[in-house]
């Protein structure tokens, strides 16, 4: 052996960067390849222990903002300016926010955080300001799951809903209930289509009878 050893220097930054040396597209792929998911009996545990709301934004796999308009109040549409100089929105998401005793929206679990750039010369504001980011930022760790476990798939929120109105029923009950329901349902349609057909023939034959000169 001549002592051809790898460098430490080498080493390190393999480990460090494992995505080093990819395209932006194969960077994005692998980061999802080597994406932590949750396991279902996980992704079910958080949906039952979670509200309507942050469950529906797991669901949608994104939060519902105010539109900009609407969010815009009377004084600066700012709340916060950063060392740089850029000016700072926080939008809650209407979705998954805290609901108070009295129902009226709580603290936000998660906000969009905007940060802008507002130009100005000689101290007049000119053009329009510019949107740098805008990133959704969880601001009550009681949105996420517990530490250590994966993220949530849309997916897997939806068959933890469907699985939990499903907890503990028979196969052979369910099946015909759905199948009771189903052609009493069909039959109703079929009646209301037949009402309506036999009214409309009514209503034609009564203007073709109008129509009639009297010839008495
Ligand atoms: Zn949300």
Partial sequence: MTGHKPRKGTTAQTTDTPFAGLSIQG?????????IWATDSEAAD???????GVVACRERGRHQYPATRGSITEGPPFVDITPEGFYVREIPCDSCRHVNEDGTPGLPRVIRREVWDVKHKRGVITGQPQLVSAKPQVVDPDYLNPKGQGRIKPRQVRQAVVGEALAGQGIKDLRQRIIRERDERNRLITEAYERQQATQAADAERAKLAAVPDAG
């Fill in 27 to 35: 960077e994005s792929a692998a980061r999802r390849a080597a994406t």
């Fill in 46 to 52: 958080y949906t039952r222990s979670q509200p309507d």
